[in-house]
């Protein structure tokens, strides 16, 4: 991986790395990417954070995933990014996974600016890896990222295979396509801040429809020829 950026962002951190995935790995990506189902999230109406003193909105959030099981996709060990890692903070591990999923983002879909975690203890961590997974990227302005709040606001362009680290703490919301881009972000957490993966916890998630690690819920099949 190739450290690109770092930011301190609302007094949290994010790194940002291109050629995250090594070419064995990009070469498996993309040959199933095209085959991965995908289906309509429900969110909770309202995603709270202390840190702004504020709430969300989610009740019109739109938008498709895909959840990833360690015990039946390709993704089971995401090693490669154990360097970033360690970079983000130096207790940091691959052995602290938490939750996976891919993300879609559509023209006409949304999410309110949110934090994944609105508080961590001081003895403990949480870093989001998001990675950007589509390969035919035209626009990277069209697609990026949106990281902070207020005055401080960074936005991080969509380059395949570049993966940014960040605290989830951090207010973040997608830049979602003006045109017929289909969007797909990979979703990596590994944290100590009661982290309470278990193969057990995703096959029961799932047998629910629910996205393991989360409060999301999956309703709809979509149709990814639609845009």
């Known amino acids: 991986m190739d450290l690109v950026n770092e930011f301190t962002i609302n007094g949290h951190k994010a790194l940002v790395y291109d050629n ?3 070419p064995e790995l990009v070469e498996k990506w993309l040959g199933i990417k095209d085959d991965l ?40 060990h995401y090693n490669f990014l154990a360097p970033g890692l360690t970079k983000f903070d130096k207790r940091a591990s691959i052995d602290h996974y938490a939750r ?4 879609r983002y559509v023209t006409g879909n949304q999410i309110q600016p949110h934090m994944d975690l609105n508080h961590i203890d001081d003895d403990c961590y949480y870093c989001v890896c ?8 035209t626009d990277p302005e069209d697609s990026g990222f949106y990281m902070g709040y207020g005055d401080y606001i ?9 993966v940014i680290m960040f605290d989830a703490r951090i207010v973040h919301w997608p830049d979602v396509p003006s045109n017929t881009f289909e969007r797909l972000t990979l ?12 193969l057990q916890r995703d096959v029961h998630a799932l ?8 409060t999301y819920r999956m309703t709809d099949v979509l149709d990814r020829h639609q845009t």
């Open 20 to 22: 995250a995935m090594p």
């Open 37 to 76: 189902e995908f289906r309509s999230v429900k969110m909770p109406t309202k995603m709270g954070y202390k840190d702004a003193n504020n709430y969300t909105d989610q009740s019109k959030t739109q938008f498709g995933v895909h959840p990833i099981s360690l015990k039946k996709k390709f993704f089971k």
């Open 100 to 103: 996976s999923f891919v993300n």
């Open 130 to 137: 998001l990675m950007y997974v589509q390969d035919n990227v």
């Open 154 to 162: 960074t936005y991080v362009p969509n380059v395949f295979n570049r």
């Open 187 to 198: 979703y990596m957490g590994y944290t100590t801040q009661d982290n309470e993966y278990s």
């Open 207 to 214: 047998a629910k429809d629910n996205i393991p690690g989360t």
